[in-house]
Every structure is written in C-alpha cells, then in structure tokens.
C-alpha cells in the first residue's frame, strides 16, 4: 500500500535540469513531502522536505502542485556525481521514526 | 563535523554464528535509527531508539535480531544464529530532532552469511 509513485528510472543530460516526479494522491494534511537520494554504495542522504510551499536549498527545489497530490524535484544543473536512486517519501513531520522508502528513481546523468 | 560511523565495514560470517554490527551517531543526535537493505531492494526499517524512551522494535524481523544503545549514543546492533537471507547491507542513521525529518545516515556494514 505504497503512498508514493515514482517513475522506475530516468536519464537526464549532464547540464541539464533534472525533473524528477512522484505522486502522492492519498496524502493527508499534516503529511509532509521529503525527498532522499542514494548514490551507489552509500547511505541514503536528505536532500528536501516541504509541506504546500515550493521549496529551494543548495541542493535541489521541491515545487508541490496546489492540491499537493504530485511533487517535482528539480536539480537544476545535473552533474555526473548526481546519478543516485531517488526516493520520494510522505510522511508527518513528528512521526519521529522510520523513514518508509519505496523503489524510487534510478537517475542516471549521461556526458 | 564526524558524520555517522559504522563497523565493521564488511563481514563475512557463516551460517549460525552471531554478528554484532556497531553505529556511533553523529554527537547530541538523540534518534537513531537501523535500517537493512537487500540486494537490489529498498531500505526495510529495523529498530528506532530516541533518548530514554523504550525501542520502537517493531520492524524486527525476528527474535534473533536485537540491539541496544548505550549511554544515549553508540548502538549495537546484534544478528544470532545468523541465516543467509540475513545476508544484507545494515545502514544506521540518526537525528538530531525528535521528529527525524532529517535522518544522516552512515555507509553501512555489509554482511554476508555464506
């Protein structure tokens, strides 16, 4: 009973902006959306959460549609060190436990 | 600052013996989290610590499997008797807020149980 819905695996142009999808229809109201990367062979990294708002840090922006049943997470300038599985996870924001991860995007940044 | 630590960073063991896999938090984070992941799987949660409070033990996936965490930061985590489908990588993470919204994870051990 997965909460989110991602696409399996993507390729984007090193340079380019990278547009990663994930939909999350059934999302509640006090349910936040946070975005995790996993580069191969490593633990998984944080990169952004939001609520309804669009967010931006130096890592990637996270635009929400008005409904806040689908996000996009945008790395602006997609570099050959960004190629990572990533995960679009909800989740309320004092469950204060585990992370639930689902398949995420395979994004591979091709030269 | 130190990121999250964990050790060994490879182990192989045979079937049936007992491993213990160690995390050192980053310092002050009172969350901590372990969490396994199968070959080409996603990431399954184990056990969740938070300051003095009682484990949130429920994603086990049987009584072979424990942990602890000593004096509110290094955690160990212990696999008995040990089976190949154990045969994972142990990735811990933890946090510095109460609501882990933010989990720093560590690179992992990999275990394998031939």
């Known amino acids: 009973d997965a909460k989110t819905t991602q696409p399996t695996s993507m390729d984007c142009a090193e340079g380019r902006a990278a547009n990663l999808p994930c939909n999350h229809s059934?999302?509640?109201?006090?349910?936040?959306v946070y975005w995790y990367r996993q580069i191969h062979s490593q633990g998984p990294q944080y990169i952004i959460h939001g609520l309804k708002n669009n967010e931006t840090n130096e890592m990637a922006s996270l635009i929400i549609t008005e409904d806040r049943k689908s996000s996009t997470l945008i790395l602006p300038h997609a570099t050959l060190r960004d190629t990572a599985v990533y995960y679009c996870?909800?989740?309320?924001?004092?469950?204060?436990?585990?992370?639930?991860f689902g398949g995420g995007t395979r994004l591979m940044v091709k030269p | 600052g130190a990121g999250v630590s964990q050790s060994p960073s490879n182990k192989v063991t045979e079937k049936g013996k007992d491993v213990e896999l160690r995390c050192d938090p980053i310092?002050?984070?009172?969350?901590l989290y372990w969490y396994r992941q199968s070959l080409g799987q996603g990431l399954e949660f184990l056990i969740y610590?938070?300051?003095?409070?009682?484990?949130?033990k429920s994603g086990l996936p049987s009584d072979r499997f424990s942990a602890e965490r000593t004096g509110g930061s290094v955690s160990t985590l212990t696999i008995q008797r040990t089976q190949q489908e154990d045969s994972a990588v142990y990735l811990c993470a933890s946090s510095l807020e109460v609501q882990g919204s933010k989990q720093y994870f560590g690179p992992g051990t990999r275990l394998t149980v031939t």
């Open positions: 610590f938070q300051g003095n409070s009682a484990p949130d």
């Open positions: 996870i909800v989740r309320e924001a004092n469950a204060g436990n585990m992370l639930t």
């Open positions: 310092s002050g984070h009172t969350a």
């Open positions: 059934t999302i509640s109201g006090n349910e936040y």
